[in-house]
């Protein structure tokens, strides 16, 4: 089985939310809600991966010095296998905008699981909840 290596991360703001963005239409499990990230190209580092995806996704910047390693998900669907580092973060430069037609959402860690969300998602809420 193909394994997908896709780095996420928990934005956390200045109240302790939490920002989710909604899988928009056409993409697979649209509608559902997640952590910010992508898929880690062959010649990047997991780091380096959320850092090109918060420019592309949300317009924000921040360093891999201000990305901690927090948890991950191991999860097998029915085409792959899915690995993600989950990293906590709570500075970046500029107001995170939905770049590729997502809705985005700050959540606090107790209304998390009021948000459907892919089946790896799920066992990073309550880790979340609880390091926070």
Request: net charge negative.
């Amino acid at each position: 089985m193909k394994v997908v290596l896709v780095s996420a991360v928990a934005l956390i703001d200045a109240d302790g939310r939490v920002l989710l963005a909604q899988r928009p239409e056409g993409k697979s499990m649209a509608g559902l809600w997640e952590f910010p990230g992508g898929k880690v190209e062959p010649d990047e580092t997991p780091e380096a991966a959320l850092i090109r995806e918060l420019q592309e996704e949300l317009g924000i910047n921040t360093e891999a010095s201000c990305l901690a390693p927090l948890t991950f998900a191991s999860h097998s669907y029915d085409d792959f296998h899915l690995l993600m580092p989950l990293f906590a973060c709570r500075k970046w430069q500029g107001i995170a905008q939905p770049k590729e037609g997502q809705t985005l959402a700050w959540v606090r860690p107790n209304a998390l699981r009021d948000y459907p969300m892919p089946p790896a998602d799920i066992p990073l809420i309550p880790i979340l909840r609880d390091w926070l």
